[in-house]
């Protein structure tokens, strides 16, 4: 294990480090003196301290190393920002950004591409810039989807990943565990911080017997969405294994992990197999393959390791599944699709098939995808709906021209749109029905909430394998089964289509296309970041100011928030995503989505300096002018919903000092420790009816200390003022970053 393998063929100093995962893990393994899941012994080789860490599935949180970080281009912005304020010279961790989000699908590749390039320039010099300046390997526009790109360079067996976004499992399918988080973990571990992570529970899916036929990887994971539900995988890993998953290529493997996601699972994983190392070797990375099989032990979970759910799934019996519509754990096998479709009144044409994203953009989809549109050419027809086809990267789209595939798609009648998310991410300028018309599309794309390609909320989307996706386009409608139905051909004669069929490998090997990878310079000294001073998507993060070591009186309640109150309430996503590069801007949506419990209206606040009323970003702005500090009181689980940083980065922006609720999210109530702020709870959560929204309040933060609860005395309007305890979870470490100002502020202080 002592050999210098590089993690990936473009970063020189990277290795793959088997040999401390295999030591960390004895440590752990003489400690817990059990048989172990693949998903533990990955985690667990990845420990900060793997002596002294508390493990206990379901229960301890673990404090983690990762081996990489990925970012996409929407949540690289603010993650770069933050992470520039740390004043380090580089990250400290290897980092890539994949310029993948911000494409709008509207006639085909090329023009859409050039079309975002101008819309989105800013954008794109701001983290071109800061990728060379701060030693981040950057994907350009046009280079393809963040998954597809880690899969194709960076994943390796056994190592840990995180992602900003959420199907970073993707990964998984080269045996790597691949998490999506929120930006500030990101800045964590480009800031060399441990990153921590609930240890996760882990659900065992063995696979049995043989995919074949009309059967595709996808129909695996579609399958376990119906059996787990989108709820099912919340706090767990997801661990395949059994004798069918020889049967799946490596591509397959990742499509499953990708769509774990939907079942709300951390990530999910492969064991290293034959597989992998061929598609290592296929992607020039025979040696990763070669070194893996030396760790194959490392790579796999142990005899009798025990699962916290056991699912089985026979692949020889596993039928196509459609999932859907507006939820992607509504399977449907395609026997029973018809009569779903007529039961349910869904509309049964079918107006457009999209074949590809992160979820299905293989080499491997595209050959099967091809037989298919070939076999109905031959007999002289083509897509009866709208079709379309978004190649997961540079590689696959040039590998698919050289060989063909693409120009089938072509005769077909299909467009070949950018190598970027594209409808998957809703960014499609869809012209064939009005919103609000009723109608159906199917994708072989992961997730199909209301609205999420289209922008309607009446398009009923459906996903499926892009076997099954390229089937119904021929036909046009939901009720054909490939399997049993049969087709007209151009005389009017009946035909069958044959079962789809391709290698998964390119037997040329990959065409690699265009050079779309920006390396970071030899000499990055004199770099400098691009950010125009009038930009309102960009603007660079100021260090937020140190505590003042004195106890904070007087101080206003911006808002008492009434009920749930999650990180959508206080940073609301929709038309605000544009800003999220631009702290200021971005702050005009703070907790607008929150009720005041005052008043029970949304975005209507007393201001206390005179009486007034508005919209509680501008009060917070008053405050903040006049240099009063203030606080928010919450309910139960304040802060709950997606990691999303910037509701943390908002009140401290706008000068809020405490956040004062009867419960937190554990992820958000760090993000606000993070940031410099007080996540502070009741001690007695009856308390919270006692505070009035016009009371003013002391936050006593001198008594801050490790395990002590706070007091805070509250001053009633015109009654006596009272002392009520404040509890909260702060340790050494994080009372410092409450002291300098932001977690950050104390990076950047250790660091001088
Ligand atoms: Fe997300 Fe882009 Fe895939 S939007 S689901 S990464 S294609």
């Not at 229960?59 to 920002?81: E, F, G, N």
């Not at 310079?521 to 937020?544: E, M, N, Y």
């Not at 003042?548 to 309430?569: M, S, V, W, Y």
């Not at 203030?630 to 009140?651: F, I, K, M, Q």
Request: negative net charge.
């Amino acid at each position: 294990l002592d050999k210098k393998v590089r993690q990936n063929n473009w970063e020189e100093g990277n290795f793959i480090n088997y040999k401390k995962m295999s030591e960390n893990l004895n440590i752990v393994r003489s400690r817990l003196n059990r048989p172990l899941t693949f998903a533990e012994k990955i985690l667990y080789s990845h420990l900060d301290d793997p002596e002294g860490q508390e493990i206990e599935r379901g229960v301890s949180y673990l404090r983690l190393r990762p081996d990489r970080v990925a970012c996409q281009d929407a949540t690289a912005q603010m993650a770069i920002l933050q992470f520039m304020s740390a004043g380090m010279p580089s990250v400290a961790n290897p980092t890539t950004v994949h310029c993948d989000h911000l494409i709008e699908a509207q006639v085909g590749g090329a023009k859409d591409l050039a079309r975002a390039v101008g819309i989105n320039k800013e954008v794109y010099d701001f983290l071109a810039s800061a990728c060379a300046k701060y030693n981040i390997g950057f994907w350009k526009p046009g280079s393809g989807i963040i998954h597809q790109i880690l899969l194709e360079n960076y994943a390796f067996p056994g190592g840990l990943l995180i992602g900003t976004d959420s199907h970073t499992p993707n990964a998984g399918g080269l045996g790597m565990c691949a998490i999506g988080v929120g930006g500030a973990d990101a800045v964590d571990v480009m800031a060399n911080l441990p990153w921590e992570l609930k240890a996760p529970k882990v659900i065992g899916v063995k696979l049995t017997g043989q995919l074949s036929g009309w059967t595709a990887p996808k129909d695996i994971i579609l399958k376990v969405a119906g059996i787990l539900t989108v709820k099912g995988g919340t706090g767990a890993i997801v661990e395949y294994f059994g004798p069918g998953v020889d049967s799946l290529s490596c591509t397959g493997m990742a499509t499953i992990c990708n769509m774990g996601a939907e079942i709300g699972a951390t990530t999910s994983v492969f064991p290293f197999n034959e597989r992998m190392a061929d598609y290592l070797a296929a992607t020039k990375r025979k040696d990763i393959g070669d070194f893996a099989r030396t760790y194959a032990h490392g790579l796999r979970q142990d005899e009798g390791a025990e699962y916290d759910q056991l699912i089985e799934i026979n692949l020889s019996e596993l039928e196509p599944h459609i999932n859907g519509p507006f939820t992607p754990d509504l399977a449907t096998p395609i026997s029973k699709f018809s009569e779903a479709v007529k039961a349910n009144n869904w509309p049964e044409e079918l107006k457009v098939g999209l074949i590809g994203s992160c979820t299905n953009s293989s080499y491997e989809d595209m050959n099967r995808g091809a037989s298919i549109a070939r076999d109905a050419l031959n007999h002289g027809v083509k897509a009866k709906s709208i079709f379309t086809v978004t190649p997961g990267s540079e590689q696959i789209r040039a590998t698919i021209e050289r060989d063909g595939q693409l120009q089938t798609f072509e005769e077909f009648g299909g467009v070949v749109l950018a190598n970027a998310c594209g409808p998957c991410i809703g960014q499609w300028d869809r012209q064939d029905v009005k919103k609000g018309e009723a109608n159906s599309i199917i994708s072989s794309y992961n997730r199909n909430f209301t609205g999420r390609n289209d922008g309607n909320p009446a398009t009923h989307a459906f996903v499926a394998s892009p076997d099954l996706v390229v089937a119904m386009t021929i036909a046009g409608s939901l009720h054909f089964n490939p399997l049993t139905d049969k087709l007209k051909d151009k005389d009017g004669k009946e035909f069958m289509l044959a079962a789809p069929s391709g290698d998964a490998l390119p037997n040329r090997g990959y065409d690699p296309g265009q050079d779309t990878y920006q390396a970071p310079p030899k000499d990055r000294s004199t770099v400098s970041v691009q950010v125009s001073p009038s930009s309102d998507r960009l603007q660079i993060l100021s260090p937020f100011n140190a505590w003042d070591g004195k106890d904070a009186t007087d101080l206003p309640i911006l808002i008492k928030a009434q009920g749930k109150t999650t990180t959508d309430h206080i940073s609301m996503a929709g038309p605000w995503l544009k800003y999220r590069g631009h702290l200021d801007n971005i702050s005009n949506n703070m907790l607008i989505g929150a009720i005041n419990s005052a008043n029970g209206e949304a975005n209507k606040v007393k201001n206390q300096t005179d009486g007034t009323y508005g919209g509680v970003p501008e009060v917070a702005r008053d405050y903040k002018a006049k240099g009063i500090r203030w606080v928010v009181v919450g309910d139960w689980n304040y802060g709950e919903g997606s990691s999303r940083e910037h509701a943390a980065l908002e009140p401290r922006h706008l000068g809020g000092l405490a956040i004062i609720t009867r419960s937190f999210a554990r992820i958000h109530e760090t993000n606000l420790k993070k940031q410099g702020m007080l996540p502070l709870t009741f001690s007695d959560p009856a308390d919270y009816d006692k505070i009035n929204p016009d009371d003013k309040v002391d936050v006593l933060c001198t008594e801050i200390a490790v395990g002590k609860p706070m007091t805070m005395r509250v001053h009633p309007k015109g009654g006596a003022a009272y002392d009520i305890k404040l509890s909260h979870t702060f340790n050494e470490a994080q009372i410092e970053w409450f002291k300098n100002g932001s977690a950050l502020n104390t990076m950047a202080k250790n660091r001088a």
